[in-house]
């Protein structure tokens, strides 16, 4: 079945620089993309979403970019800082369901 | 304001033993989904009930699963009898339709 992949599993930024998580759909029929953060010991939480009539949307520090021609999503965060280290998720879904990636690990040095 | 709460946080039990999780979703959310997560596999999802009636089952693995939504403020997720191979964290989410799901923190189910 079609999946949503993550091209990097892990991403080391220098705490202030902003750092760019990037993900790889493949269902042509998504609508809805959303990332996800998880701490440890935590359970995903909700950073941002986008629908496909957009094709940019920023939140506070964040900005998610959605390429539908080449099926691809990116996180944007801006100024990392030491709380931003943690797991992140992209997921995708036609209707009610999503289908997540495999998470990128981002460690922030300070 | 409360969030998806889930207990017990963390469940330790032997090998043909019964497991009960259970879930307490987002007040006025009208969307519950139960999510197993490991890292072979990531996050999967279950079961997803609408207005308390479940939808899609697809994802349960076998008829040693099942969950129930008896009302619109409690879940539970059964596994009935327990293997190591069921060992994951089970998450449980919530949502408005048409919004983002939100999830608890999780169970952490060990099966020995």
């Known amino acids: 079945g079609e999946s949503v992949g993550l091209h990097l599993p892990t991403l080391s930024v220098q705490e202030g620089d902003n750092s760019i998580i990037n993900c790889a759909y493949s269902?042509?029929?998504?609508?809805?993309f959303i990332w996800y953060k998880q701490e440890s010991g935590k359970g995903p939480q909700f950073i941002i979403d986008?629908?496909?009539?957009?094709d940019k949307r920023q939140g506070q520090r964040v900005t998610v970019l959605l390429n539908k021609t080449v099926k691809h999503l990116s996180l944007q965060i801006a100024a990392t800082q030491p709380g931003d280290s943690a797991v992140y998720f992209c997921?995708?879904?036609?209707?009610?369901?999503?289908?997540f990636g495999a998470g990128t690990t981002v460690t922030v040095r300070a | 304001d409360a969030g998806v709460i889930q207990s017990p946080r963390h469940e330790v039990t032997e090998m043909g033993q019964e497991v009960t999780l259970r879930c307490k979703p987002i007040?006025?959310?009208?969307?519950l989904f139960w999510y197993r997560q490991t890292m072979m596999r990531g996050l999967e999802l279950l079961i997803y009930?609408?207005?308390?009636?479940?939808?899609?089952d697809s994802g349960m693995p076998e008829d040693r699963f099942s969950a129930k939504m008896p009302n619109a403020s409690f879940s539970t997720l059964k596994i009935q009898p327990s293997e190591p191979r069921d060992s994951a964290v089970y998450f449980c989410?919530?949502?408005?339709?048409?919004?983002?799901?939100?999830f608890g923190d999780g169970t952490r189910l060990s099966i020995l």
């Open positions: 269902n042509s029929a998504s609508d809805y």
């Open positions: 007040s006025g959310h009208n969307s």
């Open positions: 986008i629908r496909s009539n957009m």
């Open positions: 989410a919530s949502s408005r339709d048409g919004q983002p799901q939100h």
């Open positions: 997921a995708e879904s036609p209707d009610y369901k999503l289908s």
């Open positions: 009930f609408n207005n308390n009636v479940p939808i899609d």
